[in-house]
């Protein structure tokens, strides 16, 4: 069997059934009537003929075979780390971590929001501030957004700029420059060797340790700094933070940085995760994700998204960040990785690394090199005249990459897994000897060291013995409903199958162990691999160029906003600073506007749900040649394939505006249009929907940026090629993310998916998403109303199921519905956008046709309860529903006084007693919650069973 008819669900006489529900008797006439013709494709895609899982895997593997994976001492950002096997296995190569979605639906998600909190009580812990998130996309984008978030939050110092430590990563300056360019904040690059800057100073940025390794007192600038009512960021390693005093104890109000190093591969450049935390204060204003506790019905403790984190579909352009996905996945591994070698363990880690550096630098001093600094953590700097060339050759020579500052300093990073065969064929190759003691004038100074006691919490202290992590991981997503136990019907998410292998190359060490950073030739499978699936996305938007820099959707927009912009004022028009945004669009479009520093106009949807062109057409008079351009996603959030598309584009581009195409629903025109043809400028992709990269709880994510020709020079370019000012060399354009090729370590799932698919196979996922839509819209029409729908009453790969007339009759909620699907054993679908009050629903092309009539039965089983409620035969608040979800120790406890009986709680449907999920909690009370704050992890007194 191929690969494709592994990925879809329905078997060829499923579709024949559906389709003649349908009333088509062939998938090209579904599509035919689905797709409008001006939009429409007829050429194949020019991809490959598809390969089959083998020939792929070894194909894929020649590429591997191309990298050559040396020991990696660059440093700059990328540390050499050990991922314990049973965190690979368990996390990272397990669906039921990889394939669960971002927890909104929080009853069906504790198992991997409990893992958020561990990493957030890490990060708590270990840089001494209160609060911390749930993960950002990479450590320069981290900065970026602390200094937009010290600007926001920093009330006492209006208009004022910030000053960013000049030793900070290259590539940390150049992001942060761009975002401070795209907002006009000003800003200084410093060494504070003279102090602080004068002037109106509303934030500072210090490196800690600097990117040379050097670690110096930052206590006294940070007290001067709080003097003058500036916040404070420090960037700080998070391993080092063991042995260092805590940016918490030093004054700081913030900490970010990279998580890297807590048991992740290098993943040539990405993804790794990034965290920040702030003072208790500061959270309201905090980007990303926050993990919260709260009580559930039963009053047990529980977990949820808390605060403002939940709300970037409401808060559009006012929201904190336009970060939706984030680094779930990869933040479980890191608080897993704490939480498995516990503070005596990380500390033990961190000495060993140091220890080994000192020994290094003790060698080359003796040598006869200078050392430049001679109190580092992990990075040695050695002054070699004129000579920094010869000394990485001869590194090279002895197996091990080492860092070029310039043309006479070199920088050596000690790891986690170096020991002292590697460390002496390094000192050797240098011309050393690797003495057993280090020259105890390479220390770190005493007013430095730690003092105070941390992650104390009894879960840093439980999971030592490979049994007891391997359990708890277990228990952890066994809590959970991911891929792997249920449809995901998450409309505008496209959970899709993430094939098995797709996923096995992303863990062979010839792609996970290459440094972004290593010379070219070492990494010759990467660019061979990551050419050629650039070259395929071409093919299949019709654009002209794409840059896979952006780590996610959201980062995409504002690569390709910026884009816009820059095209803009290259052309002199500078007053182009309005992006028009039907009010159906997804939340990150209005947040990436203002990120870009572009102010927002809404406009309307018709009744039909399509872009409104009358007002459109008044929009476009009223901002004249104020317009940079318009916002639309195809198909429409709202699930349909607007005919008048076409004329949208046009009419924006007459007014001399640029049309994104937001590509997020690309999963429904594969093979059948090409937005880089039927009128968009700039694009991005979500290869973490229609490419099969794993939602992993919430990111990684790749968020390809595709333009046409006239946009290729504003593809954002490498962070590593900036000065010292973070400035790029003439016509690059500043990066968006750290990484050139940003979350490059997940890229070869989707290379796997396009080359085992190739252009039939894409072209049929494209028509199976369409068909499993419509099946179900069809089917569940007389009941829950289709709100939306396009030519011959058709809709596109997902549909909106209207609740409103229901809970008009009931006050039943479409939240009750989500609630209640969680006792038939399904995760719901998307809740309240892109309109309140109703579901939207993606099946997506891998979900059988049995899937489908299993969630159809239960919608139907819903509107049944729905109806006794409205019909007054159930008070409400005694519903099944109101109640839901029901747990198991709710329906076998001793007392029952419900209105229902035990078996409709939670056996609704027969098919439940060969396969039942139960939730761990009962409804979480989401608002209690966020009236009262909380993000520790909740005492084990909590969890007290005498107690309650
Ligand atoms: C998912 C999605 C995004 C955002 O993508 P992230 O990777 O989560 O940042 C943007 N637009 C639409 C329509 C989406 O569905």
């Known amino acids: 069997m191929s690969f494709i008819d592994r990925h879809l669900g329905p078997r060829s006489a499923d579709a024949e059934q559906m389709l003649s529900t349908l009333g088509y008797d062939s998938l090209g006439a579904l599509m035919d009537a689905v797709v409008p013709e001006q939009i429409r494709l007829r050429a194949d895609l020019p991809l490959p003929e598809p390969l ?9 593997a020649g590429y591997a075979a191309k990298n050559k994976v040396y020991a990696q001492m660059i440093g700059a950002g990328y540390y050499d780390a050990v991922t314990p ?9 397990n669906p039921g971590f990889y394939t669960s979605y971002t927890p909104y639906q929080a009853e069906i998600s504790q198992g991997r929001l409990e893992a958020l909190l561990n990493f957030q009580n890490t990060v708590m812990e270990l840089t001494g501030l209160e609060i911390a998130n749930a993960s950002l996309l990479d450590e320069a984008t981290a900065v970026a957004e602390a200094v937009v978030m010290m600007h926001r939050a920093n009330r006492k110092v209006k208009n004022g700029f910030f000053a960013i430590d000049s030793r900070c990563l290259p590539q940390v300056i150049s992001v942060v420059r761009g975002r401070a360019q795209m907002l006009d904040i000003p800003f200084v690059i410093t060494d504070f060797s003279d102090g602080l800057p004068e002037g109106d100073l509303y934030g500072v940025v210090f490196a800690y340790p600097a990117q040379d390794g050097q670690l110096r007192d930052i206590e006294p600038l940070i007290k001067a700094a709080k003097e003058r009512k500036a916040l404070v960021t420090v960037v700080a390693d998070l391993l080092a933070l063991t042995l260092l005093k805590s940016p918490g104890e030093l004054g700081a109000d913030v900490a970010v940085g990279n998580t890297q190093r807590f048991g992740l591969p290098f993943f040539f450049g990405g993804p790794h995760a990034a965290y920040m935390a702030v003072h208790k204060g500061m959270e309201r204003t905090l980007p990303g994700r926050l993990v919260g506790v709260s009580q559930d019905s039963s009053g047990k403790p529980a ?3 808390a605060l403002q984190t939940r709300e970037q579909h409401i808060r559009r352009e006012k929201a904190t960040s ?12 890191a608080g897993a990785y704490a939480m498995y070698h516990g503070p005596e363990g990380l500390r033990a ?18 040598a006869g090199y200078g050392i430049v600094h001679k109190n580092f953590f992990d990075t040695v700097v050695v002054e070699a005249p004129g000579a920094a060339d010869e000394l990485v050759a001869k590194a090279l020579d002895a197996g091990v990459n080492i860092r070029r500052f310039d043309a006479n300093r070199v920088g050596i990073s000690v790891g986690e897994s170096h020991g002292d065969a590697v460390l002496g064929r390094l000192v050797k190759a240098l011309g050393g000897e690797l003495p057993a003691e280090a020259d105890p004038a390479f220390g770190i100074p005493d007013a430095l060291l730690r003092t105070d006691d941390y992650m104390q919490h009894p879960i840093f202290h439980k999971y030592r013995s490979e049994t007891e992590m391997m359990r708890y991981l277990r228990r952890l997503s066994d809590k959970d409903l991911a891929l792997d136990r249920t449809m995901i019907p998450l409309g505008s998410c496209t959970m899709k199958l993430n094939a098995a292998a797709e996923m096995e190359p992303i863990s062979w060490p010839e792609f996970a162990g290459v440094h972004p950073l290593a010379p070219a030739d070492q990494a010759q499978g990467w660019h061979e691999l990551i050419r050629e699936l650039s070259d395929w996305l071409v093919a299949i938007t019709g654009y002209d160029a794409v840059s896979l820099q952006p780590n996610s959707g959201a980062s995409g927009e504002y690569a390709g906003l910026r884009a816009i912009r820059s095209y803009h004022e290259a052309n002199g028009d500078h007053q182009r600073n309005t992006v028009l945004i039907p ?13 870009a520093g572009l102010k927002v106009a809404g406009v309307a949807t018709a009744s039909d749900g399509s872009i409104d062109v009358e007002d459109l057409k008044a929009k476009i008079e009223k901002y004249g040649d104020a317009i940079a351009g318009i916002m639309i996603t195809y198909p429409s959030t709202h699930g349909v394939f607007e005919e008048q598309v076409a004329q949208v584009c046009e009419l924006v581009h007459a007014a001399g505006g640029q049309v994104y195409v937001d590509g997020a629903n690309l999963n429904a025109q594969m093979g059948f249009a090409q937005p880089g043809k039927f009128g968009g400028d700039v694009s991005h992709l979500n290869l973490h929907k229609t490419f099969s990269i794993p939602h992993g709880g919430g990111g990684p994510g790749v968020g390809p940026l595709a333009v046409r020709e006239h946009l290729v020079k504003y593809l954002p ?42 252009a039939e196979g894409l072209k049929s996922s494209s028509a199976y998403a369409v068909l499993n839509a419509n099946y179900v819209a069809k089917k569940l029409n007389d009941k829950f109303p289709v709100l939306y729908t396009g030519p011959g009453g058709l809709v ?15 006050h039943v909620t479409a939240e009750d519905v989500c609630k209640r699907l969680m006792d038939f054993g399904f995760h719901a679908p998307t809740l309240a956008f892109p309109v309140p009050g109703t579901l939207m629903m993606e099946p997506t092309e891998s979900e059988s046709k049995e899937e489908l009539d299993r969630f159809i039965e239960a919608m139907e089983t819903i509107y049944d309860e729905i109806l006794e409620v409205a019909d007054g035969k159930v008070a409400l608040e005694d519903s099944v529903l109101r109640n839901a979800p029901h747990t198991v120790e709710v329906v076998s406890a001793d007392e029952w006084d419900r209105p229902y009986t035990r078996t409709q709680a939670a056996y609704p449907v027969k098919s439940l007693r060969l396969n039942k999920y139960f939730t761990p909690v009962g409804r979480i009370d989401g608002a209690g919650g966020d009236r009262h704050f909380v993000c520790e992890c909740p005492p084990m007194e909590a969890f007290d069973l005498e107690a309650q």
């Not at 089959?52 to 894929?60: P, Y």
């Not at 336009?322 to 591994?333: D, E, G, H, P």
């Open 52 to 60: 089959t899982e083998q020939d792929a895997l070894a194909k894929i």
């Open 85 to 93: 096997a049973v965190l690979r296995r368990n996390i990272l190569e």
């Open 303 to 305: 977990y949820r998204l």
């Open 322 to 333: 336009n970060i939706c996905t984030a680094q779930a996945l990869l933040a479980i591994v």
């Open 349 to 366: 880690i961190a000495e060993r690394l140091h220890t080994n550096a000192a020994r290094v630098a003790t060698a080359l001093q003796k």
């Open 583 to 595: 009010l159906s669009a997804h939340g990150t479009n209005a947040a990436s506007a203002a990120l």
């Open 717 to 758: 370019g490498d962070a590593y090629t900036a000065d010292a000012e973070g400035n790029l060399p003439e016509g690059a354009a500043l990066p968006i993310a750290q990484a050139f090729f940003g979350s490059a370590g997940v890229l070869p799932i989707s290379w796997m998916y396009i080359a085992m698919s190739g």
């Open 796 to 810: 596109g790969h997902e549909c909106i199921l209207d609740v409103r007339e229901l809970t008009d009759r009931s």
